[in-house]
Nanobody, 130 residues
């Protein structure tokens, strides 16, 4: 079973950057999507970004496109989320996870909606002050 451990969250000011890390253990299937979702207080969990394991294609929600970048280091079994130009509305718990249903994962990320499937880590808090 694939497991995910997030790190790198913290408190920053608006306009600053953070890089989240997601350490992955277990065997990742050849056809698999690894993603970052986030959940702000009082809101549903929403897709932020994902990367396909078979071809490395990346996807983003409109709210983070152009500011966030997802990447994967195969040697370290780690996926990163580089977050630049952070805004107070980016404040949330960020979760790393994955699923074999790539189209559903991509759909949730692009639409910024929840995904009621997949395996997920415990999350890391990101707080952006104005």
């Amino acid at each position: 079973q694939v497991q995910f451990v997030e790190s790198g969250g913290g408190l920053v000011q608006a306009g600053e950057s953070l890089r989240l890390s997601c350490k992955i253990s277990g065997m990742i299937p050849d056809y698999y999507a690894i993603a970052w979702f986030r959940q702000a207080p009082g809101k549903e969990r929403e897709g932020v970004s994902c990367i396909s394991s078979h071809d490395g294609s990346t996807y983003y929600s409109d709210s983070v496109k152009g500011r966030f970048t997802i990447s994967r280091d195969h040697a370290k079994n780690t996926v990163y989320l580089q977050m630049n130009s952070l805004k107070p509305e980016d404040t949330a718990v960020y979760y790393c996870g994955g699923d074999i249903n790539i189209p559903k994962m991509i759909g949730a990320v692009v639409r910024g909606t929840p995904l009621a499937r997949g395996s997920w880590g415990q999350g890391t808090q990101v707080t952006v002050s104005a």
